[in-house]
């Protein structure tokens, strides 16, 4: 496969994933973001932060390390309270706000979609550190981004039906 269709096929994928996770955001009141149902362990909003932090990692910060316009996606504490491991807090005072997290969500998609064009061949084929997931390249990377997406839209689209909403067709 050749660095054009490689890289045109990462960016399609996770312009899809974006697409159907909006989609399922699209009939969301706001009172909806930080219910945790019964027996649950996340949240809607802890999942839009997640992904948001996430997709910060693996197509910009692991494409080519930090830049001054990181400033203006997110803050630190932002991808400390969304990182891996964290727990999610059902408390809205506890969180940033609805506005704060879907502005992040954004921007990082926004960013993602004006610097990968210009990505080349060479840098889709250098190795990346651990953890990594599918492959331990950076083309590895971009491609996992929109199966991690897709994974966290199947548990958005759960604590959907979980708090009442119909499934998103």
């Not at 362990?41 to 948001?52: D, E, K, M, N, R």
């Not at 506890?94 to 004006?114: H, K």
């Amino acid at each position: 496969m050749s660095q054009v269709d490689r890289l045109s096929l990462v960016i399609s994928q996770i312009r899809f994933a974006r697409e159907y996770t909006l989609s399922l955001l699209n009939d969301l009141s706001p009172e909806d973001w930080f219910r945790q149902p019964a027996g649950g362990v996340s949240h809607l909003a802890w999942q839009i932060g997640h992904l948001a932090m996430a997709q910060y990692g693996l197509c910009l910060f692991r494409m080519r390390g930090r830049a001054e316009v990181d400033l203006e996606l997110m803050s630190s504490s932002f991808r400390k309270k969304f990182s891996k491991g964290t727990t999610p807090d059902p408390d809205p005072v506890a969180n940033p706000s609805i506005a704060e997290i879907r502005g992040v969500f954004d921007r990082v998609f926004e960013q993602t979609m004006l610097e990968l064009p210009s990505v080349t061949e060479s840098q889709l084929d250098e190795t990346v550190d651990m953890p990594y997931a599918a492959y331990p390249t950076k083309f590895g990377g971009l491609l996992f981004c929109s199966h991690h997406e897709m994974l966290h839209a199947g548990q958005i689209g759960l604590l959907r039906r979980l708090i009442g909403k119909s499934p998103v067709r």
